[in-house]
């Protein structure tokens, strides 16, 4: 896990974790305990069949709450990358009813997540 985190505020990144990835807004960036405030924006779920033609699942998590986690876990979006995702979804405003579904669907990959990297002794995140 070598990666130098030198993210800016405003910069998309993402946290992946198997087929799925939740891309990201920076907020702001806390250099001195190696975290990183982010907005999250879309959970986008692939299927797990790799010759498969379905598109992947986005989830727009925009009034999803922020997320305070270890900085070297994200990885910078590239524009090419990102922007499919992110046009039809900031094209509306997000839906009210479906609100709870995306919240739930962000706690289960928050918690896969900490699951996948909890077995790292904390050493390794701040050594980065």
Same mark, same amino acid.
């Given at each position: 896990?070598?990666?130098?985190?030198?993210?800016? !505020?405003?910069?998309?990144?993402?946290?992946?974790?198997?087929?799925?990835?939740?891309?990201?807004?920076?907020?702001?960036?806390?250099?001195? /305990? /190696?975290?990183?405030?982010?907005?999250?924006?879309?959970?986008?779920?692939?299927?797990?069949?790799?010759?498969?033609?379905?598109?992947?699942?986005?989830?727009?998590? /925009?009034?999803?709450?922020?997320?305070?986690?270890?900085?070297?876990?994200?990885?910078?979006?590239?524009?090419?990358?990102?922007?499919?995702?992110?046009?039809?979804?900031?094209?509306?405003?997000?839906?009210?009813?479906?609100?709870?579904?995306?919240?739930?669907?962000?706690?289960?990959?928050?918690?896969?997540?900490?699951?996948?990297?909890?077995?790292? !002794?904390?050493?390794?995140?701040?050594?980065?």
């Amino acid at each position: 896990m070598d990666f130098n985190c030198d993210f800016q !505020p405003r910069q998309i990144v993402y946290l992946e974790n198997d087929n799925q990835r939740l891309y990201a807004e920076v907020i702001q960036v806390v250099e001195s /305990r /190696r975290m990183c405030w982010v907005r999250p924006l879309v959970l986008v779920t692939h299927s797990g069949d790799v010759i498969s033609e379905q598109p992947p699942v986005v989830t727009d998590l /925009r009034s999803a709450a922020d997320l305070f986690w270890h900085s070297i876990l994200f990885r910078p979006a590239l524009d090419t990358e990102v922007i499919p995702f992110l046009v039809e979804p900031l094209a509306t405003e997000p839906a009210a009813e479906t609100h709870s579904a995306s919240v739930a669907q962000l706690n289960q990959f928050v918690r896969r997540v900490w699951q996948t990297y909890q077995a790292h !002794p904390r050493t390794e995140l701040d050594n980065g």
